[in-house]
């Protein structure tokens, strides 16, 4: 397993979906609804996670998709403590506990950790 890789690849992932939600919090239909931000996001987690699973994987790298999906889940949720968080969420008058306490967060990293599984298990399991 390569670790420097998979942390790359979850920054990968972080960066899509912190842009992404900075882009839907500015959309006008969608902009006053965070479920509705969040049911777009758990879409394109699906293409963000594919996309740092084959920056995992680019290498030949067969580990399995689990471990993996977890990790690039690890470093997102350590990068949410870290800068998101304190910059985006506290100035709007959230806290760590409203956004660790909302599901949805952890739906999104579920979903991440069964995508790349799934990538993992098309791309070396039919082999």
Known sequence: ????RAVLSGV?????VA??????EHTPIVKDSLNIQTALICI???FYSIFGASFYYQNGISTSG???GIIMSLTAILLDILIFVPFVEIPKGHTYQDFFSNPLLWLLAVLNVL???FYWKKRFESK
């Open 44 to 46: 394109l987690i699906v």
């Open 19 to 24: 842009l992404s939600f900075f882009i839907l």
């Open 115 to 117: 995508t790349v599984y």
């Open 1 to 4: 397993m390569n670790y420097l």
């Open 66 to 68: 689990i471990p993996i």
């Open 12 to 16: 990968i992932l972080w960066i899509f």
